[in-house]
């Protein structure tokens, strides 16, 4: 059980709008740690999507876009398209005694 | 171009150790530290801890602490991560991937991954 929660799934239909969400407490997300988001395709190594809780690296879409209020961040993906379908990880780093560099559990899109 | 290169699949008894290695090129080795990572079977990302590449200073995950070494040979840009006393619990894809910066855990590349299996 990871100690980024993060739903197990979301869905969406093509063009529609998914988000996902990532809750951690005061001692990581809540302390003022940055969130970092990476989408992994199966068979394939992580990638990195969004880094320091909004910001995009070169050549990722517009249309993925990340928050961070309190202890929880979130990844929205507008006008989802078929490629969007991966697993996404928010990453974060923990001050108590587990990590101290924690991922979520996980997050599978699937575009219907 | 930024590249990380892994170790090819290992298979090791349990009680063993394993070495996995990472070959980087295109940019400096010892401006930035390496992370391990490792997914077992359908799940999540963990973290095995990192080491600066320059300094040589390791941090291990508690739950790996005892277990798992770090090094590095600079003249090779090359990263290593050995673990030992393996367990079956211990199969997985390990990852290495760059941080961006010396201290940093925002992992801009990252290795193609190596699996370890643990058999009788």
């Not at chain 1, 990476?38 to 992580?46: S, V």
């Not at chain 1, 517009?62 to 961040?73: E, M, N, P, Y």
């Not at chain 2, 997914?39 to 999540?44: E, R």
Request: charged share 15%; net charge positive.
């Amino acid at each position: 059980q990871s100690v980024l929660t993060q739903p197990p799934s979301v869905s969406g239909a093509p063009g529609q709008r998914v988000s996902i969400s990532c809750t951690g407490s005061s001692s990581n997300i809540g302390s003022g740690y940055d969130v970092h988001w990476y989408k992994q395709l199966p068979g394939t190594a992580p990638k990195l999507l969004i880094y320091g809780n909004g910001n995009r690296p070169s050549g990722v879409p517009d249309r993925f876009s990340g928050s961070k209020s309190g202890t929880s961040a979130s990844l929205a993906i507008a006008g989802l398209q078929a490629e969007d379908e991966a697993d996404y990880y928010c990453q974060s780093y923990d001050s108590g005694l587990i990590g101290p560099v924690l991922f979520g559990g996980g997050t599978k899109v699937t575009v219907l | 171009q930024v590249q990380l290169v892994q170790s090819g699949a290992e298979v090791r008894k349990p009680g063993a150790s394993v070495k996995v290695s990472c070959k980087t090129s295109g940019y400096t080795f010892t401006r930035n530290a390496i992370h391990w990572v490792r997914q077992a079977p359908g799940q999540s990302l963990e973290s095995l801890g990192w080491m600066h590449t320059g300094n040589g200073n390791r941090i291990y995950s508690q739950k790996f602490q005892g277990r798992v070494t770090f090094t590095r040979d600079t003249s090779a840009s090359t990263a290593y991560m050995e673990l030992s006393n393996l367990k079956f619990e211990d199969r997985a894809v390990y990852y290495c991937a760059r941080a961006n910066g010396s201290g940093s855990y925002l992992l801009d590349f990252w290795g193609q991954g190596t699996l370890v299996a643990v058999s009788p």
